[in-house]
């Protein structure tokens, strides 16, 4: 005779779950502070150079007084023929671009003034006041980045930013 | 009336409501940081110059890069890029104890306490002057162009203060590095140079703000992004900026 009976008629009892929620609330709360929003996904696809001593554009992004356009390659490789020297321009925020006129530096400048007017008044700080920060790819040619700042010094966006990841402040 | 209990509401689905806003932060968001270096374009100006401004060859640091992403600092090839830095540290440097005539380097002016003040008082009184006889367009851009002067004074006589010491030595205000790319450089190449500017001033300002404040350049400019009010620091990245200006002129290739 055992004193520890086997009691199989009982079932394991449910394990609690009502602290689940916390868990992933608190998961939920980290991911928002640590994170930044993403801006559209470019359809080039690049791989960034290398730098150190940058400076951080995400307080620039969390007041949106920023722009990204991206030089890259583009991921529809049928396009490629498209563009001189296999480079192409991607505007963030633009939706559908068309080809003949939105991957051309010269839409660098309506695209700014679009993203100006389309901010709310209130939130207006002047074309001037916001960056355009340039993504480019490592054998991106750097004429066209200066293609770009001839269009940004015409309408008097005097801030431009060159991208690079810096891993040495991590 | 009889008293009810409230049913419990069953709270089982909140881990599903959780779990899809998690969901939806991990997938529009990044965890990577932008870093840039954020520069300024020169303002476009109508009215063109019939001369060319003469700079001297001393004050120049001119960093070529060709088609080929080959590179060239002062006339001479440089195989690696990481070279560069040494050489823009050693163009700062090398007249800032003693200025020798016969080097190809900026040379170093020295201005004392008792100058500062003789021209900050000449400005001042230039700007009465101009604000005396009468308004227009033109006194105001002159107004303006004065005002820049006398603040400039004032930055140095702070610095001098600062400093503790009788002199201020400055760098030719011509000194600058020119970056000259050609059109199909490869834009790692361009960058790469930027972060070597970036590298050498930061060292030659570190190195500065260690001997005179006991503090690291980067903790003080940390500390000027934190609390833009906080003049003391303000007042440091202030007089390590006239130590070392970083000048840099982009070239826009033909």
Known sequence: ?170 | MAKRDIPEINAGSMADIAFLLLIFFLVTTTMDRDKAYIKSIPKKIDVPISEPVVVEERDILAIRTNAQNQLMVRGELIGNPDDISDKIIEFYTYNEKANDVTSNFPLYSRVDKATIKEQLRAVEEEYDDVDANGSGPIQEEMLEFINSKIKEWKRKEKAIGMLGTNALSEISSQAHIRVETQKLTGYGLFTKIHSEIEEAVFKLRDDAALRLFNEGYGSIRSKIDNDPDDLVYKDMGSLLDILYPKRVIEVTPK
């Open chain 1, 1 to 170: 005779m055992s004193k520890f009976k086997k009691d199989n008629s009982k079932e394991a009892p449910a394990v609690n779950t009502s602290s689940l929620p916390d868990i992933v609330f608190m998961l939920l709360f980290f991911f928002m502070v640590a994170t930044t929003s993403k801006e559209s996904d470019p359809t080039v696809s690049l791989n960034q150079p290398d730098g150190v001593k940058t400076q951080d554009m995400t307080p620039f992004k969390q007041r949106s007084e920023i722009d990204f356009l991206y030089i890259g390659t583009p991921r529809n490789k049928a396009r490629i023929d498209q563009f001189a020297g296999g480079y192409a321009l991607f505007l963030d925020n633009v939706a559908q671009p068309n080809p003949g006129e939105l991957y051309n530096a010269t839409a660098v400048r309506q695209w700014k003034m679009d993203k100006f007017e389309a901010k709310p008044k209130s939130l207006r700080v002047g074309i001037e006041g916001v960056i355009t920060c340039v993504k480019a790819d490592v054998n991106a040619p750097v004429g066209v980045v200066f293609d770009i700042r001839k269009e940004l010094q015409d309408i008097e966006a005097l801030k431009i930013a060159y991208a690079v990841q810096d891993n040495s402040g991590i």
